[in-house]
């Protein structure tokens, strides 16, 4: 099993390094792409040392069976056709190509089976507010069908990848030195500050990131539910949470969400407000659940149902979903 990282010197592809080293993931050689600015650069994995490649369009990944890609939409893109001619799977991270009808969108606890019909070759990686979300929602759509969702995210800085999250800290040196402060990453200063803008607006008013939330749900879940979202940066530095509510055809008691969320794969219930507990990024940064609480009946609708959630969404949003993904095709004997 020949595996490839491109992207590896970022915030994702550093923890594709991690989350496969820790799942003992079955592969016999690893090779690791990038630009020409970390081309040449040493990282440790099991013990070795392994040199970022420039990756180039030529026949580097003739041998690989699985790719990791996470280098942004446009190298994606650009690369696609030289990292699949060869029959190795692209499982991507990016935005490019989620919405393609030809190209599986999986979230392995939800609809792991969709990976196996990829014509071209490539699985998209979901965006990681939305992984995270339908990770939780799967157990209670099980119980009954989820109608619409409402909900706020609260971003941490890492989502925006490695040098946002340096920025964030910059920033906090910066205004303890009476400095002034650095704005390149984010529209604003993000320190001290919560800003009401990821990604892009469209046309509708709502963000890029906001839209996505909408657009992939549906897709991951094979559902016509209805998902309205209001995404926000917040001065966290890893961790993603969220705020959810949601409306199902039949009312679900909250006893009954908890029962079902407690043995969901992927999800851990921390839910005893009179003690304090609740999931909280600080917590939840580094693990590789989506941790829910604060679950309660909506008082504005008898059908809905509200809680919190907060995960890694470096990790399960991002590199341990993609893993998952592939551990899946391996276990169905599904790879090249
Ligand atoms: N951060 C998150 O929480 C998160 C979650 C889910 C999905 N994603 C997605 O994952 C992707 C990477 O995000 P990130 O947060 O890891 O970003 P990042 O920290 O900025 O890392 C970007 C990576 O892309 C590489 N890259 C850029 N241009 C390249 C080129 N021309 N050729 C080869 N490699 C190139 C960079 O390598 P060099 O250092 O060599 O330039 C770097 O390794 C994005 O599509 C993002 O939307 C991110």
Redesign the pocket.
């Known amino acids: 099993m020949k595996v490839a990282i491109?992207?590896?010197?970022?915030?994702?592809?550093q923890e594709f390094l991690r989350v496969l080293a820790d799942r003992n993931f079955p592969l016999d050689e690893l090779v690791l792409?990038?630009?020409?600015?970390?081309?040449g650069r040493r990282y440790m994995f099991r013990g070795m040392e392994h040199e970022?490649k420039l990756?180039c369009h030529n026949d580097d990944f003739k041998d690989v069976d699985i790719a990791f890609t996470?280098?942004?939409?446009g190298?994606?893109k650009e690369f696609a056709d030289d990292i699949t001619r060869h029959g190795a799977v692209m499982i991507d991270?990016?935005?490019a190509f989620r919405m393609d009808e030809d190209v599986p969108l999986v979230v392995p606890e939800c609809n792991a089976a969709d990976a196996l019909n990829r014509p071209r070759g490539i699985i998209a990686?979901p965006?990681?507010t939305t992984i995270m979300m339908v990770v939780a929602l799967q157990p209670l759509e099980n119980l009954s069908h989820i109608r619409r969702i409402h909900i706020a995210s609260y971003q941490s800085a890492?989502?925006?990848?490695?040098?946002a999250m340096a920025e964030l800290q910059q920033q906090y040196k910066e205004i303890n030195d009476g400095k002034p402060v650095t704005v390149s990453k984010f529209p604003h200063q993000l320190a001290y500050n919560v800003i009401p803008q990821i990604d892009v607006f469209q046309p509708n008013g709502y963000t890029k990131e906001e839209m996505k939330m909408f657009n992939e749900t549906r897709k991951i879940m094979h559902s016509d539910v209805k998902c309205s979202a209001m995404c926000v940066r917040v001065s966290s530095l890893r961790a993603h949470s969220e705020s959810v509510w949601i409306e199902t055809e039949r009312p679900i008691s909250v006893e009954e969400a908890q029962k079902a969320l407690a043995v969901a794969p992927g999800v851990t219930l921390q839910d005893d407000p009179d003690n304090l507990v609740y999931p909280m990024p600080l917590e939840t940064a580094g693990t590789d659940d989506i941790y829910v609480g604060r679950v309660r009946k909506d008082l504005a609708d008898d059908c809905g149902l509200t809680f919190w959630l907060s995960g890694d969404?470096?990790r399960k949003?991002?590199a341990l979903n993609a893993v998952q993904i592939a551990e899946y095709l391996i276990k169905v004997g599904n790879v090249k």
């Open positions: 491109v992207g590896a010197s970022g915030a994702v592809g792409f990038g630009s020409e600015r970390s081309a970022v990756l996470s280098a942004g939409a190298i994606s991270n990016s935005s990686n965006n990681c890492s989502g925006a990848g490695a040098a969404q470096i949003g991002a």
